[in-house]
C-alpha cells in the first residue's frame, strides 16, 4: 500500500510539459500544480521525486530506505522553510525557481595522499 501510495504521489508530482512550455501550455489535469509536500515523519522505499515539481517540500524526521531519487526535482518556491533529506540541498536557478542537488560528499584529506 505504502510503494502505491507514492507511485501515486509523484504521479502528481510530475509536470510533463518541456520548461519553455509552462507559461504557454496548460498543465495536464493529473498535475498537481502549486503542491505543499509534507512528508514529516514519513518513511518512504525507494522514493523516486526526480523530475517532480512542488511548491515547497518538508522531509523533517522522514526516513528514506533504499534510494532517495530527487535529481532535477523543482522547487517553485526556494525561499519557503523547507527540510530536505540529507545529502541533498537546493539551489536557486537564475530563473527564480530551485532545484534539488545531491551534495559532493566531504573527501578525506588522506585519500588524496
Known sequence: MR???QRILVDHLRDDRLADQHS??????A???????DLTGATLIDFNLTDGHVADALFDGA???????LGEAVVVDPVAA?????GWRLETTPE???RLIREEADRDP???A
Open 3 to 5: 510503494l502505491t501510495a
Open 110 to 112: 588522506a585519500q588524496d
Open 63 to 69: 526516513t528514506f530506505t533504499e534510494d532517495a531519487r
Open 31 to 37: 498535475f498537481w500544480e502549486g503542491m505543499h509536500l
Open 82 to 86: 523547507h527540510v530536505w533529506p540529507d
Open 24 to 29: 504557454t501550455l496548460p498543465a495536464a489535469p
Open 96 to 98: 527564480g525557481i530551485g
